[in-house]
């Protein structure tokens, strides 16, 4: 089977030398073609931090094995990390935590084991990147959540928690707070969860699970999250069992499938052969398994396991009173290690069942969508315009445009009613969103809203504007703070 291979920027080309000459002593049954991608191909001019060649021979292979990468700073560009999972629809990011015997913890010393996976919705939320300066002083950022999105992270991590024989699935949301973006993802949680009676289903607001997370870390088993929620808790977690340079990274999706050392690229450290490749060579084995190469997945994890064990480390983790030793040391003695098994968390023979790989030949972008409700109705309009005026002032220009259609609810400054009614204490911004809504709550059309936007913007810059949604009867809205 061939994979793609990029060495990545920083200690990249290093820790992947090291993770490849293990898997070449182990006789892992894999042949690699090496890509073009990161911040010297960023360089270079290419915007996407890859060559088409790159874009090509990933798309062609279907898997893609990754050191960390850089993207360059104040150039106006995409991570390319985040390009990459994007563009293939890499919508679930599985992270696994685990005490590693050897990698000193508060938990560890405590007695306290941690087996917890993390799977973080990977294409949606806030790393749509969609941002807008409204005003001088107003940037916005659009926060997509979608309901197909949802569905597909949320029933990867049910049918992952299955294979994993898990006992709890846990959503972490803020849907008490937005109560539309992070309602959507938990209430799609539940219905998936019907579907899994095996499975305790339960919720927790993200808050409370962080809190939860450094606390009782054990009971938790698998945790599924939006995009920057999970990336947050994630890293919270890796904290929990020795920091990143012991965090796998896999980025599943339904065509293309990512794996990766989530660390950075270490410059400081580049070309001096200390780093620690384990993240690295932890994601490595869980694209083995994902390839269905159980027998060489087990023998390097039980490998590296038995070498931290025994007190081999590499400068950044492990008994000061043991001396470190060098990236190629480190990969050395796993590979002297193989056949022998740890005392703890040894990992059990299982034979090979390689996966046949698929070739995609898609002739039309997938459109994702649910079944749309019966009614769809518009039922008013925000406008979101650019004013320092009072909130009386604004108001006043408003009610000489709404007219025989239309009654002005509210206008809210970041957030907060301000108008009919507020307090005095609370501070302004010179952005407004004026709400609209039809009298009687009679359906109105887009030329309606277009009539009235011709009206608004003869008083002010309107900045945006967002149309007033129902779906039977069921408002797609939210109200104002205070409202």
């Known amino acids: 089977m061939k994979i793609a291979v990029a060495k990545g920027d920083g200690i990249g080309p290093e820790i992947m030398d090291a993770v490849l000459g293990i898997f070449k002593a182990a006789d892992v049954p894999l042949e690699y073609e090496f890509v073009d991608m990161g911040k010297w191909v960023f360089d270079k001019g290419f915007s996407n931090g ?28 995409k991570s390319i990390n985040v390009t990459a999972r994007k563009t293939w629809n890499t919508y679930a990011n599985k992270r696994v935590f685990r005490t590693l015997h050897g990698v000193d913890t508060v938990f560890s010393k405590a007695g306290i084991p941690i087996d917890i996976t993390i799977v973080r919705e990977n294409i949606e939320d806030t790393y749509g990147g969609i941002e807008h300066m409204l ?21 990867y991590a049910f049918e992952m928690a299955l294979k994993k024989e898990a006992k709890r699935i846990t959503c972490g949301h803020k849907a008490n707070i937005m109560k539309l973006t992070d309602g959507l993802f938990l209430e799609v949680f539940y219905e998936v969860a019907k579907e899994y009676p095996s499975l305790k289903a339960d919720d927790v607001i993200v808050d409370d699970l962080c809190m939860k997370l450094v606390t009782r870390p054990d009971v938790f088993d698998v945790v599924v999250l939006t995009n920057l929620q999970g990336d947050i808790v994630s890293d919270l977690c890796a904290g929990l069992v020795g920091g990143l340079g012991f965090a796998p990274s896999a980025n599943i999706g339904d065509h293309i499938c990512i794996f990766e050392a989530v660390h950075g690229t270490a410059p400081d450290i580049t ?20 390839l269905g190469l159980m027998e060489s997945a087990v023998t390097i994890e039980n490998a590296l396991l ?26 050395d003695a796993i590979i002297a290690n193989f056949g022998k098994v740890p005392q703890l968390n040894a990992r059990h023979a299982l034979p090979n069942k390689p996966i046949t790989p698929t070739v995609f030949n898609l002739k039309h972008n997938p459109m994702l969508e649910s079944v749309e409700a019966h009614a769809d109705t518009i039922v008013g309009v925000d406008f979101f315009v650019a004013s320092n005026e009072q909130p009386n002032a604004v108001a006043e220009k408003m009610l000489l445009h709404t007219g025989d259609l239309f009654k002005l609810v509210t206008i809210s400054n970041r ?14 911004i010179n952005q407004y969103r004026c709400r609209c809504e039809s009298i009687g709550d009679a359906p109105l059309t887009q030329t309606d809203i277009l009539e009235l936007y011709k009206k608004v913007m003869g008083s002010f810059k309107v900045c945006s504007l967002e149309l007033l949604n129902m779906w039977d009867g069921k408002k797609g809205y939210s109200l104002a703070q205070g409202q």
């Open 50 to 77: 890859m060559t088409p060649e790159a874009q090509q021979t990933i798309e062609s292979l279907g898997f893609l094995f990754k050191g960390p990468m850089e993207t360059p700073k104040g150039k106006g560009v």
């Open 135 to 155: 005003t001088h002083d107003v940037a916005l950022s659009r926060r997509f959540i979608t309901r197909p999105g949802s569905e597909q992270v949320i029933r």
């Open 271 to 290: 070309g001096k052969n200390i780093a620690n490749p384990t993240a690295l060579l932890l994601s490595g084995i869980t694209m083995l398994r994902h």
């Open 306 to 331: 038995y070498t931290l064990e025994t007190g081999v480390h590499t400068g950044d983790f492990g008994d000061k009173n043991i001396p470190s030793v060098n990236t190629t040391q480190f990969s």
């Open 415 to 428: 957030g907060t009613q301000v108008w009919p009614k507020g307090s005095i204490f609370t501070n302004l």
